[in-house]
């Protein structure tokens, strides 16, 4: 919250932005995923929550990239 108030719009002041949700994220998917395979036994979920995991931090990587390229050629033209 602290960061987003700023109102900054650089690309890295957006990706630490994306790099802290993505760990408060795992964070409480691990607690969450951790209890309920406490209580059901059900140990897939470890398996799907990092699956879930991996592809959301896929996609911000790919968003950065994307927004990186843009950078550059913008700044380059």
């Known amino acids: ?3 987003e108030k700023s109102g900054q719009d650089h690309i890295t002041h ?3 932005i994306a790099h802290v949700k993505s ?4 964070s409480v998917g691990v607690v969450v995923i951790g ?3 406490l209580f059901t036994g059900w140990h897939i979920l470890d398996t799907l929550g990092t699956f879930l995991i991996a592809v959301w931090l896929f996609v911000i990587a790919i968003k950065t990239f994307k927004q990186s390229v843009q950078a550059v050629r913008t700044a380059h033209t």
């Open 1 to 3: 919250w602290i960061l």
């Open 23 to 26: 760990d408060l994220l795992q």
């Open 14 to 16: 957006v990706n630490l």
């Open 35 to 37: 209890t309920i395979i």
